[in-house]
């Protein structure tokens, strides 16, 4: 069994940062990728981005590519989101996945299905 914990949300004006957190508890050897998704009020669940756990591999959504940035540390069983530049349109409810799927961790990465497990959601708000 995992456990997400996500932190860091929080109130911003437009064009600054905020740093999220997602610390991870339990089994993790059987984690083959983490992911970011957020969901917008009214909105549907979007994807973020996602890491591979065991070479760093990113990709991204692009509507955040070279302004989101995912990273780990594995001391510390954390994995972060690196939000800079943020817009009004960033506004949503964060949230961190870990899926133990290696075909849909590769292949499907920005499905919500092949996510097994979720945190409970950060709120980011970016005011203009």
């Known amino acids: 069994q995992v456990q997400l914990v996500e932190s860091g949300g929080g109130s911003v004006q437009a064009g600054g940062s905020l740093r999220l957190s997602c610390a991870v508890f339990?089994?993790?050897?059987?984690?083959?990728?983490m992911g970011w998704f957020r969901q917008a009020a009214g909105k549907e669940r979007e994807w973020v981005g996602t890491?591979?756990?065991?070479?760093?591999?990113?990709r991204y959504a692009s509507s955040v590519k070279d302004r989101f940035t995912i990273s780990q540390d594995n001391a510390k069983n954390t994995l972060y989101l690196q939000m800079n530049t943020l817009k009004p349109e960033d506004t949503a409810m964060y949230y961190c996945?870990?899926?133990?799927?290696?075909?849909?961790?590769?292949?499907?990465?920005?499905?919500?299905?092949?996510?097994?497990?979720w945190g409970q959601g950060t709120q980011v708000t970016v005011s203009s």
């Open positions: 996945a870990a899926g133990s799927l290696t075909y849909g961790c590769r292949q499907y990465p920005f499905e919500g299905a092949t996510y097994n497990y």
């Open positions: 339990g089994y993790t050897p059987g984690i083959r990728c």
């Open positions: 890491v591979d756990p065991d070479d760093d591999s990113t």
